[in-house]
């Protein structure tokens, strides 16, 4: 029972800034399968996929803000594909074109427009939450679910970031339930609550109840898990993504 697991680079944005090729290798030596990229760090295309193959990683998706979509859709969609992502990630929306806001109607199209671009080529579009989206609608229900209640599940997936959906105040595996079937790609993160701040740590020192999330995404169709962890207070960022990654291995060696 297990899952393929990517790093999300955005974890090891610095190292990746300075040594992008060196980087990878290090996540590939500590058993990641692949990687979710955000942002390519000045690279060519042609360099990323080379950097990618020798450390023998698997570029899985990426964080794309979807202004660059807007500002070129064609050219956007094509990057990624050409790089050999299947997926594509609008990893946060701001308030006003969030559910409520002044944008929120226009935002909708435009996810329709890049979801459509997408098949086009065979990559699927995901949207990552955050914990603003479980504020509530007038009706009482989380914005989160009145967001993809909107736009059929074909055109949108989800990237369920668990730490998050539990800062929110839901239940990780019962959205990974609730979502069966629309959530190929989660993240698995941890954290803390430490003087009323949410304090982000390795997968397994906090909050997060791992060992349930990993038979609750493989029962739910998850393809992949991808480890992120944003801010590093305790420990260097490659120390805590190894401990991540040995936690969830375990997780899984377990059931």
């Given at each position: 029972?297990?899952?393929?697991?990517?790093?999300?680079?955005?974890?090891?944005?610095?190292?990746?800034?300075?040594?992008?090729?060196?980087?990878?290798?290090?996540?590939?030596?500590?058993?990641?399968?692949?990687v979710?990229?955000a942002?390519?760090?000045?690279?060519?295309?042609?360099?990323?996929?080379?950097?990618?193959?020798?450390?023998?990683?698997?570029?899985?998706?990426?964080?794309?803000?979807?202004?660059?979509?807007?500002?070129?859709?064609?050219?956007?969609?094509?990057?990624?594909?050409?790089?050999?992502?299947?997926?594509?990630?609008?990893?946060?929306?701001?308030?006003?074109?969030?559910?409520?806001?002044?944008?929120?109607?226009?935002?909708?199209?435009?996810?329709?427009?890049?979801?459509?671009?997408?098949?086009q080529?065979?990559?699927?579009?995901?949207?990552?939450?955050?914990?603003?989206?479980?504020?509530?609608?007038?009706?009482?229900?989380?914005?989160?679910?009145?967001?993809?209640?909107?736009?059929?599940?074909?055109?949108?997936?989800?990237?369920l970031?668990?730490?998050?959906?539990?800062?929110?105040?839901?239940?990780?595996?019962a959205?990974?339930?609730?979502?069966?079937?629309?959530?190929?790609?989660?993240?698995?993160?941890?954290?803390?609550?430490?003087?009323?701040?949410?304090?982000?740590?390795?997968?397994?020192?906090?909050?997060?109840?791992?060992?349930?999330?990993?038979?609750?995404?493989?029962?739910?169709?998850?393809?992949?898990?991808?480890?992120?962890?944003?801010?590093?207070?305790?420990?260097?960022?490659?120390?805590?993504?190894?401990?991540?990654?040995?936690?969830?291995?375990?997780?899984?060696?377990?059931?």
């Amino acid at each position: 029972m297990g899952l393929p697991i990517a790093a999300q680079v955005y974890s090891v944005r610095e190292e990746a800034a300075a040594d992008f090729e060196k980087a990878m290798r290090k996540l590939a030596d500590m058993g990641y399968h692949g990687v979710e990229l955000a942002g390519l760090y000045g690279k060519s295309v042609e360099e990323i996929r080379a950097c990618l193959e020798r450390a023998g990683l698997e570029a899985i998706s990426a964080h794309v803000p979807i202004d660059e979509f807007e500002n070129d859709l064609d050219k956007t969609v094509q990057t990624y594909k050409e790089i050999g992502c299947k997926y594509v990630v609008v990893p946060y929306l701001s308030q006003d074109r969030w559910y409520g806001g002044s944008q929120y109607a226009d935002t909708l199209k435009t996810i329709s427009r890049i979801s459509e671009k997408c098949h086009q080529v065979g990559m699927e579009l995901l949207y990552h939450n955050h914990h603003f989206e479980f504020q509530t609608t007038p009706e009482g229900a989380y914005q989160l679910d009145a967001f993809y209640d909107t736009i059929p599940s074909e055109e949108l997936k989800t990237e369920l970031d668990l730490c998050w959906l539990k800062v929110g105040g839901a239940d990780p595996v019962a959205y990974l339930h609730k979502y069966s079937g629309r959530c190929p790609v989660v993240h698995v993160k941890d954290f803390i609550h430490k003087d009323e701040e949410v304090v982000l740590m390795a997968v397994g020192e906090g909050e997060v109840d791992a060992q349930a999330i990993v038979p609750a995404a493989i029962e739910s169709g998850a393809q992949w898990l991808v480890i992120e962890q944003d801010t590093h207070t305790y420990g260097t960022p490659m120390e805590n993504m190894k401990k991540s990654l040995e936690f969830i291995k375990n997780c899984m060696n377990h059931d």
